[in-house]
């Protein structure tokens, strides 16, 4: 158990839709990183915040979105969903930079029709 | 760009035998951060080894280690002693943080079935 936890553990909805994953870092750590793995694009890093500010960018869709509360847990939301959009969606958390080692969480598993 | 290749779609390997996986990297970059993922059935990802690219010295992590060729690109796994839990999908990494900018590359992965 990597500390990181995520809700929900599965989704399912329908194209055009919006959903909403969350992320709860382990205790203490600051940065929190999101990635979406699927079948035909391997897992790719989408963005990281730190501290409550977004710090990176990956190769996040506009469709997209995240933030770092202050108690530092983050939400990602995706909206007008696309069959492609399919995916296992990990969040990662680690001490400060994006340096550190990351830990990750268990993922949600998306799964739009 | 950056690219990270594992070349090893899948291997298999004897319980409590050695086996060596492959990863090469391209990067024009000096300082860089190299890591191998482990992902079971469970679908968690899982650190197993970090390296520095500064560092020379290779790291290990009790039956983990790599196989760090800095100059050839190169960072192989190496996991000695095989047992049945070894068993995953296995990641090769490599991250470069600086200015605000970041990157962080995945290869496709190795499947690795360890064998009673």
């Known amino acids: 158990d990597s500390g990181v936890t995520q809700t929900p553990k599965h989704l399912i909805t329908a194209t055009g839709q919006r959903v909403t994953l969350r992320c709860s870092p382990r205790?203490?750590?600051?940065?929190v990183y999101w990635y979406q793995q699927s079948l035909d694009q391997g897992l790719q890093f989408l963005i990281q915040y730190y501290n409550g500010e977004e710090r990176a960018k990956g190769n996040i869709l506009e469709r997209f979105s995240a933030q770092q509360f202050p108690d530092l847990h983050s939400e990602l939301n995706l909206s007008s969903l696309e069959l492609g959009d399919s995916a296992l969606y990990f969040c990662?958390?680690?001490?400060?930079?994006?340096?550190?080692?990351?830990?990750f969480g268990p993922g949600t598993r998306l799964t739009v029709l | 760009a950056q690219t990270v290749t594992q070349s090893q779609p899948e291997m298999s390997v004897q319980e409590a035998e050695t086996v060596t996986l492959s990863c090469t990297y391209d990067?024009?970059?000096?300082?860089?951060?190299l890591f191998w993922y482990k992902q079971p059935p469970s679908r968690q990802m899982i650190l197993v080894i970090r390296q520095e690219a500064y560092k020379q010295q290779n790291a290990t992590e009790n039956r983990f280690s790599v196989n760090f060729q800095k100059a050839a690109k190169s960072f192989s796994l190496k996991i000695s002693d095989s047992q049945l839990g070894d068993t995953a999908m296995y990641f090769c990494?490599?991250?470069?943080?600086?200015?605000?900018?970041?990157?962080?590359?995945f290869g496709t992965g190795t499947r690795l079935k360890v064998l009673a």
């Open positions: 205790s203490g750590d600051l940065s």
């Open positions: 990067t024009s970059e000096n300082n860089y951060y």
């Open positions: 990494a490599f991250m470069k943080s600086s200015s605000g900018t970041y990157k962080y590359i």
């Open positions: 990662a958390s680690s001490e400060s930079t994006s340096t550190d080692t990351q830990y």
